[in-house]
């Protein structure tokens, strides 16, 4: 008997007498049988699936290896695993961003020099301050940063009424970023408006203060920035009134991307 050249199955010589051609028919599509087994069955969606590195030895399979997506406009990413990038609002672009689970993320488009934000407050409730400490003056804007790398641009512009009995009247003026003084104006922290005079009467001033600071947040956090005043001297009644007569005073935070 002879065998093929692959796989060694059993055929017939030609020399092989016909009565045994039955037989060897048989004995070849039984070897054929037993080898393609692992074709048969199988369900909707399987593959097949090398097994071994054992010639026709295969297992039917449910790929892993399908689409995740759903949703028009879906993205193929992958992590340790094929996934889904969720499609974007419309505007945002899709940024690279290693803390990212597929290191990708859809954001908003960020500019260099380009004002991303404003967000304005104003305050007129007439505050009194006779400290020589920095109290709050009661003006505040609270912004949220779209980026850790913006800028926040702080515009703003406080009333201001002083007085004193004697010689010099001065107020100072300062910015904090929550907590943390990030402007000072004047000499020493005082004197943003001054009236210096050598005579026992009193004096007072009116005035507009302003503000024009660059801050650099490094934050994605709502953050607060407000504005504390002080008195040149407590002696001789120097007291300070900040929105006096409701005066509104008004802060601005402009967002800059970087």
Do not use: C
């Not at 992958?78 to 597929?102: C, K």
């Not at 926040?152 to 929550?178: K, M, P, Y």
């Amino acid at each position: 008997m002879a065998s093929t050249t692959n796989f060694n199955w059993t055929t017939p010589d030609d020399t092989d007498l016909v009565k045994d051609g039955a037989a060897a028919i048989r004995t070849l599509g039984s070897a054929i049988d037993t080898s393609l087994v692992d074709l048969k069955g199988g369900t909707t969606g399987q593959v097949l699936s090398k097994a071994s590195n054992t010639d026709l030895d295969y297992s039917w399979t449910t790929p892993t290896d399908q689409t995740p997506l759903t949703t028009k406009g879906d993205l193929f990413g992958y992590s340790t695993a094929d996934a889904r990038i969720p499609v974007g609002t419309n505007g945002q672009v899709l940024t690279a961003d290693s803390a990212e689970t597929l290191g990708l993320k859809w954001a908003d488009p960020v500019g260099g020099g380009k004002v991303l934000q404003v967000v304005q407050a104003t305050y007129s409730t007439a505050t009194t301050i006779a400290s020589t400490s920095f109290t709050d003056t009661g003006l505040s804007v609270t912004i949220t940063p779209s980026a850790a790398t913006s800028k926040i641009l702080i515009i703003g512009t406080q009333q201001v009424f002083a007085e004193r009995s004697v010689t010099t009247v001065g107020v100072g003026i300062q910015l904090l970023r929550d907590a943390t003084a990030v402007w000072v104006s004047g000499t020493g922290g005082y004197e943003s408006l001054s009236l210096n005079e050598n005579a026992e009467v009193l004096f007072a001033l009116r005035g507009l203060l302003s503000i024009s600071y660059m801050d650099t947040p490094n934050t994605t956090s709502a953050t607060t920035y407000k504005t504390q005043g002080k008195v040149f001297s407590t002696a001789n009644s120097g007291t300070s009134t900040y929105q006096e007569n409701s005066s509104p005073s008004v802060l601005i935070a402009m967002e800059i991307g970087a």
